[in-house]
């Protein structure tokens, strides 16, 4: 059945150290979403990326989508504590029923030492 | 405006009694979600709402999991002869659902479930 799987599954880093996550699914994708949950909270979106190749940023945070819309990344440039947290990436869920659904990676888990 | 609420934020009860989990979605979003999460773990789907079509039921670990959503507004997650490997955070969400692109989720801050 349809994956998206994320890469790593935990990541340690000093504070002000670079972080990269990585999605990978197994069907080509319309689009890609990521979204943060930070430690005792609840996932939420941060941006959606739909163009192959696409890139976009969010200030220190550097969000790009494949060439064949099958594979993304995250990347924060200096990381900092309030950086803390999992990111998932998600894109929509390929089935023949009804649309709209999103499948979700297992999370890469980011903790930052001060 | 206001979010996706959830209620109880917390819930412990015994083993083999039923719960029921309340959503209220982000008024005007047509698609409504149920998800689990263990600790420290990802998100499982249970259950998808979309307008008045049949919901996707698929994430549904057993027949002891039941959802319905009334008005297309407000959802019950019902858990029937609860086991302790239900203890978990449930999670709702919402969305405006499809147009040109699946939109994004709005989550509620969840019920944490613990079965005694």
């Known amino acids: 059945g349809q994956q998206v799987m994320q890469i790593p599954q935990y990541q340690h880093v000093q504070e002000g150290e670079d972080f990269t996550t990585y999605c990978n699914s197994s069907?080509?994708?319309?689009?890609i979403q990521w979204y943060k949950q930070r430690p005792g909270g609840h996932p939420v979106f941060l941006i959606q990326l739909v163009k192959s190749g696409e890139v976009k940023k969010q200030k220190r945070l550097t969000f790009q989508f494949g060439e064949a819309k099958k594979n993304s990344s995250l990347h924060i440039t200096a990381t900092q504590t309030t950086d803390v947290g999992t990111y998932f990436c998600a894109g929509p869920r390929d089935y023949g029923g009804s649309q709209g659904n999103l499948i979700f990676g297992k999370g890469t888990k980011l903790s930052v030492k001060p | 405006g206001a979010g996706v609420s959830q209620s109880p934020s917390n819930k412990v009860t015994e083993k083999g009694k039923d719960v029921e989990l309340r959503c209220d979605p982000i008024s005007g979003h047509t698609a409504l979600y149920w998800y689990r999460q263990s600790l420290g773990q990802g998100l499982e789907f249970l259950i998808y709402?979309?307008?008045?079509?049949?919901?996707?039921k698929s994430g549904l670990p057993s027949d002891r999991f039941s959802a319905e959503r009334t008005g297309g507004s407000v959802s019950t997650l019902t858990i029937q002869r609860t086991q302790q490997e239900d203890s978990a955070v449930y999670l709702c969400?919402?969305?405006?659902?499809?147009?040109?692109?699946?939109?994004?989720?709005?989550f509620g801050d969840g019920t944490r479930l613990s079965i005694l």
């Open positions: 709402f979309q307008g008045n079509s049949a919901p996707d």
């Open positions: 069907t080509t994708l319309s689009n």
């Open positions: 969400a919402s969305s405006l659902g499809y147009r040109d692109q699946v939109e994004p989720q709005h």
